[in-house]
């Protein structure tokens, strides 16, 4: 942190935020709190972002802006006060501003941002990424959609490597199957268009359940679960509570970032490959095709809740346009594959290597 620069340092109690978040994230609850309240993107001039545990002998998550226009703080930090989210779980301090600069600056804080012309470029934090993505789809979604256009056919098959898509015995036929059948050569990673991926999910809907829902982690993006009925079956029984797929194959794609610069560091520091900026198609706030990520994962579902492939046809589409009709659209975003998938324990992403 620059120690010459106005600078506003918001103060969370974790052990309030814990008790709010018990899944113990609560940076992120600290960081849906303050984009709850202060419009980040609307912040003028360039705002730097910094996050962390104060380390001062207190237990307390410190989420720190510095701006050279100190009425911008101003806005923020009435803000704040405004906001009960924030009572409810702000330390003793809840707030220190320039009197309490040299404290500020000497906390060893990760910097994890910038906000810049409209746009927030997140350097470091999955927290805010995640919080934002959340405030974005809570905010859309509780909106009122306009009448949405009929879904258009869609062509079967997808492509010559979906076209004769063979009978399998076990679910590890099915991993083998993707492996062969859609690895890109030169390419670290496992690519297939939407189309493909419903070809799939149609072929082996008698083997398999097939659940969406949307994921947070790197930015708003749809998740399709596929599992198989018999593991479906044993794993949720009779249960309608949200519920982790365990072994299953996950989709995960259709990303829209806080920005294009985002989506571009997402790549670079997390993925740690800036040639997946390319391969990924990020345009825009948005990533219409996908690399293979770092880590495994499983998906939180409604287990009361399988899909066919036209729901999961029409849930691409719908993403699609909302990709057309948003800020910052991408100029193509089309036909392009925006899937990635998850095998137990294994990570396999699926991008798209055509768009129509």
Same mark, same amino acid.
């Given at each position: 942190m620059r120690g010459d620069m106005p600078t506003l340092s918001i103060r969370f109690d974790i052990d309030a935020l814990e008790g709010k978040h018990p899944s113990g994230c609560y940076g992120e609850h600290?960081? $849906?709190?303050?984009?709850?309240? +202060?419009? !980040?993107?609307?912040? /003028?001039?360039?705002?730097?972002?910094?996050? @962390?545990?104060?380390?001062?002998?207190e237990y307390v998550f410190c989420v720190v802006l510095q701006n050279a226009e100190k009425a911008v703080l101003d806005g923020a930090q009435a803000a704040m006060e405004a906001s009960a989210d924030f009572r409810a779980v702000a330390d003793a301090e809840p707030i220190l501003t320039d009197a309490h600069r040299r404290k500020i600056v000497s906390l060893p804080l990760v910097y994890n941002a910038r906000v810049e012309k409209g746009e927030v470029n997140i350097l470091v934090s999955t927290y805010l990424r995640g919080?934002?993505?959340?405030?974005?789809?809570?905010?859309?979604s509780g909106a009122a959609a306009p009448a949405a256009a009929e879904?258009?056919?869609?062509?079967?098959?997808?492509?010559?490597?979906t076209a004769?898509?063979?009978?399998? $015995?076990?679910?590890?036929?099915? +991993?083998? !199957?993707?492996?062969? /059948?859609?690895?890109?050569?030169?390419?670290? @990673?496992?690519?297939?268009t939407p189309e493909e991926v419903c070809d799939l999910v149609e072929k082996y809907r008698d083997a398999a359940n097939t659940y969406l829902a949307y994921e947070f982690d790197n930015g708003e993006e749809l998740a399709v679960s596929m599992l198989a009925k018999a593991d479906a079956n044993e794993l949720f029984g009779d249960s309608s509570e949200p519920q982790y797929t365990g072994n299953s194959i996950t989709f995960r794609g259709l990303t829209k970032f806080a920005s294009h610069d985002d989506g571009v560091n997402y790549c670079k520091r997390s993925i740690?490959?800036?040639?997946?900026?390319?391969?990924?198609?990020?345009?825009?706030?948005?990533?219409?095709?996908?690399?293979?990520?770092?880590?495994?994962?499983?998906?939180?579902?409604?287990?009361?809740?399988?899909?066919?492939?036209?729901?999961?046809?029409?849930?691409?589409?719908?993403?699609r346009s909302s990709f057309r009709a948003g800020p910052g659209s991408p100029t193509s975003p089309g036909g392009c594959a925006v899937v990635a998938l998850a095998f137990g324990s294994l990570l396999l992403t699926m991008a798209g290597l055509a768009c129509r």
């Open positions: 600290a960081w $849906s709190v303050v984009v709850a309240a +202060v419009d !980040l993107a609307g912040l /003028r001039g360039q705002t730097h972002l910094y996050e @962390g545990d104060s380390l001062d002998g919080a934002l993505a959340k405030r974005q789809h809570a905010t859309t879904a258009p056919g869609r062509p079967r098959p997808a492509s010559p490597r004769d898509l063979p009978e399998f $015995s076990t679910w590890e036929d099915l +991993v083998t !199957l993707v492996e062969e /059948r859609f690895e890109a050569p030169g390419v670290f @990673g496992f690519f297939a740690g490959d800036e040639g997946c900026v390319a391969a990924w198609r990020i345009e825009g706030p948005y990533a219409l095709s996908f690399m293979k990520r770092p880590q495994a994962f499983t998906c939180k579902v409604d287990p009361s809740r399988p899909v066919g492939v036209d729901e999961l046809w029409g849930e691409i589409c719908a993403r």
